[in-house]
Each structure stands twice: as C-alpha cells, then as structure tokens.
C-alpha cells in the first residue's frame, strides 16, 4: 500500500479528517485537484470564514434522517473547534446568532488545518486529479494523472458542485453510484431565489434595498434580514428558506415582524388621517421599498383609504406572497442540498456499509447545514468521526 488511508479532497473534512487519521498512526494521502487547500473555507464569511455556530445541533441540519448527524455532532462539538482555533492563537469574534469570524483572514483556518496534517505526517498532494477509483482486494487502487495509488481505505471529501468557478463538481456521487450507493438528488442550497419577468422588473428596482423579515413556507420559517437583487431575493432569511424551497412552492415575507400593520394602519388613520401611505410606511421601512409598496394604491391620505384597502396594503407588508421562478442555481449557492443517502453509512464511522473501507464525509452526504457556520461544524464533525475510524 502506499498509504493507510487516502482522501479525495483537500477542503475542510478532508483536511480534518487527514490530521485526525495521522494522529492514530495512521499514513495519509490528501489530493484535490485544486491549486490550494481550502478554497470554501478562503472564501467564506467574507473572507473571514464563519468557523462555526455556538448554538450547533441537529436542528440546523437538513437529512432524509434527521438523526444520522447526531453522533458526529455529539463527538465533536463547535467547542472542540473553538479549542483548537485558539490553540493556535487565532482570535475570533461573535457576529450574530452565534455565528463565529476570524478577526483576521480566512486563511488562518487553512493554515491551521494544514499545519495539524503535517504534524500528524499527512502528505497533501495538490493540483494532482483523480480520474478514478477502484476496489481491489482489501483495498483501492487511486488514479492520478501521473501514477496509481494504492490505500486500505478510501475517504470522499470532495464536497458538492456549489460554485463551480472554484472547480466543484459531482465527482463524489460518481463515487457513490459506481460502488451501487444510492444518491439523493443534489440541488443548490442556501440560493439566492429568483423571479420571472413579470415580477422582476418591477422589483430590480430595489435591488440592494435591505430589510428585516420573517420569511416562512410549509417546512421552516427564519427571522433575518433579506435583500432585493436585480434577479429576485438573497439576503440571510432567503437563503436560509431556499434550503427548503422546492421548485413551484410559494413563500410568505413579513416585513413588520412583531408587528400588527393592520392595527397601526388603522390607528394612523385615525389619529393622523392627512398622512400618505407613502409617509407612514416610510416611517417602518427602507424609502424605495415603501415609494414602490405605496405606488400600488391611488390614495394620497389615509383618511381616504376605505378598512379594504388598509388591509390589503398591511398584507404587501406583513404577508407578501410570492412564489419565486427558481434559484441563482450551483454558481451563487453556498452549499449542496442532497448527496450520498446516510442509509448507506455508518453515522458512527461514515463507512459506506455494504463496502468496506470505504469513507463519505462533509458535503458530499445528504446532511446539509443552515447558514452560519453550521456546514463547518458538520465538516469538523464527519471528519473527525471518521479519522477516528481509520
């Protein structure tokens, strides 16, 4: 063998993963096809990389079983992470919603991760391909463009094809499928949402108006900020519901959370009846947002604004339903939803059951994270579970 243990990918699990292994003894391989380790992680909280989430549990996942991420999660917790950050005397700070940033640049965490394989021995073989993979024996046969690589066990961290410009791809499900392992069906996640021309138009024109929401459908609800684009919705609260929008589905936006509108309307009417609607709403939300919200009705005062007609203005403010056309797609998403069935692995090992040996960490599993350092934490996790097997 040329090595105990090989990892296809070279990003947050594989790294941890790989530190981990070497530190039981193990010898270990890192490739990835990339030019540098880590590209998610460089890129990620702008540049600051949003590390983790101090309030990290099951609840912020998304499985077709929801229980197969508590075993990692438990074993490895946002606190072990917080722990070895500064260890490594990387300073970091709250934003919000326990959402964790380096002081500094996004890169501290890669080189950290970088620094924990060499002391555990790994080697990290970048810009190197693989063209595929092969059982043989008791083990894999590995195919890079310059030589085959033999291993005992076989890991797959190479994530899901969110932002393809990085050089992400399906590759893992390839994997996944060609050892006869069922695959959920991969879709963007954490997407901005999109309109279609008839909506778009009117609303490009508060592209880069920001405002606090409650945004909600069938499955979820998120109390964030959400932002208009030239295409549709982003911000926190989208994103956030795009993990549990499906094609087709509508979405409700509050844009007065805690707030009775109806009722304040109403009082405004009667307690300052010449005040535009255009005025009063201004007064609650961002100018271009109330300008366009008011243009919609004729009245010019309140007073003239028929119990009807209030109502239905406090409805485009408190309970705008919308059904977007779709999402910005894999190249503006953070994440992948989907990937290999959890049915298939050990929740304890990340062991594919009915192959030996063989390993599936991070994105590429069907356990998808919300916004705010959670993927993070289940990369951590998953990659420590599994270097602890190997």
Not at 40 to 64: A, E, Y
Request: hydrophobic share 40%; charged share 20%.
């Amino acid at each position: 063998m040329d090595a105990d243990v090989i990892i296809i990918g070279a990003g947050a699990a594989g790294m941890m993963c790989g530190a981990i292994a070497g530190q039981n003894g193990k010898s270990v391989i890192i490739l990835d096809h990339a030019e540098r380790a880590g590209e998610k992680i460089r890129i990620s909280g702008g540049g600051r990389c949003n590390f983790t989430n101090l309030h990290c549990g099951p609840d912020n996942f998304i499985s077709q079983n929801p229980h197969f991420a508590k075993s990692a999660l438990s074993r490895y917790t946002q606190y072990d992470f917080i722990e070895l950050v500064e260890r490594y005397g990387i300073a970091w700070h709250e934003k919000t919603k326990g959402q964790l940033f380096c002081d500094g640049r996004s890169q501290e965490i890669i080189d950290m991760l970088l620094a924990e394989c060499k002391a555990a021995g790994n080697e990290v073989r970048l810009g190197t391909e693989v063209f595929g993979v092969e059982k043989m024996g008791d083990g894999f046969v590995v195919t890079t463009p310059t030589q085959t690589l033999a291993t005992s066990a076989l890991v797959v961290a190479c994530g899901g094809p969110s932002i393809p410009k990085m050089g992400a791809t399906g590759f893992g499900y390839k994997i996944a499928e060609q050892f006869g392992l069922d695959v959920v069906t991969p879709e963007p996640a954490l997407v901005p949402l999109t309109f279609t021309d008839q909506l778009k138009d009117p609303i490009a024109a508060l592209s880069g108006v920001s405002v606090d929401t409650i945004v909600s459908n069938d499955a979820a609800s998120f109390d964030e900020a959400m932002l208009f684009t030239h295409r549709g919705l982003s911000g926190p609260a989208i994103l956030q519901i795009s993990s549990y929008w499906n094609s087709g589905e509508a979405i409700t936006i509050d844009m007065s959370p805690g707030r009775d509108t109806l009722a304040e309307l109403k009082k405004a009417k009667a307690e300052t009846p010449k005040l535009s609607p255009e005025k009063w709403l201004a007064s609650h939300l961002p100018a271009r947002l109330a300008a366009h919200l008011a243009a919609q009705f004729t009245y010019q005062r309140l007073a003239d604004m028929p119990d009807r007609e209030l109502a239905n203005l406090a409805l485009q403010v408190s309970a705008w339903h919308v059904r977007p056309a779709g999402t910005e797609g894999y190249r503006k998403a953070e994440v992948t939803r989907g990937g290999v069935n959890t049915d298939e692995l050990s929740s304890k090992t990340m062991e594919a059951k009915s192959v030996p040996g063989l390993y599936f960490i991070g994105e590429v599993v069907d356990v998808t994270g919300h916004l705010g350092g959670h993927n993070f934490q289940w990369a951590w996790a998953s990659g420590f579970a599994c270097g602890r097997s190997l």
